[in-house]
């Protein structure tokens, strides 16, 4: 987040994940709990750990995308927003599998 303002700011981050088509409803949602400072003319690094259930994987053969609306929130109304096209990916390794 950066603090373009002449003062310093205390922000959330919401971020909401839509299928690309958007004609459905959002698959989930996030916003931060805790208010992050952000000194006047500063930027800060906020991060985001969330679960979204029910969604569809990217492959290249099944290029399942997602949109992620993030909003920028100061005293509850959103000054900012961007879109980030997303898709989802599961990886998993185990010592123990057998080699192919």
């Known amino acids: 987040v950066v603090n373009e303002s002449e003062r310093d700011a205390s922000v959330k981050v919401k971020h909401t994940i839509y299928p690309k088509t958007k004609a459905e409803q959002a698959v989930a949602t996030f916003e931060s709990q805790e208010a992050v400072a ?59 599998m057998d080699s192919l």
């Open 38 to 96: 952000v000194e006047k003319g500063k930027s800060k690094d906020v991060s985001a750990d969330f679960t979204a259930s029910g969604v569809q994987l990217w492959s290249t053969t099944t290029p399942n995308l997602y949109t992620v609306k993030t909003e920028v929130l100061m005293d509850g109304a959103t000054v900012d927003t961007y879109e980030t096209d997303y898709g989802f990916r599961y990886f998993a390794f185990d010592k123990n």
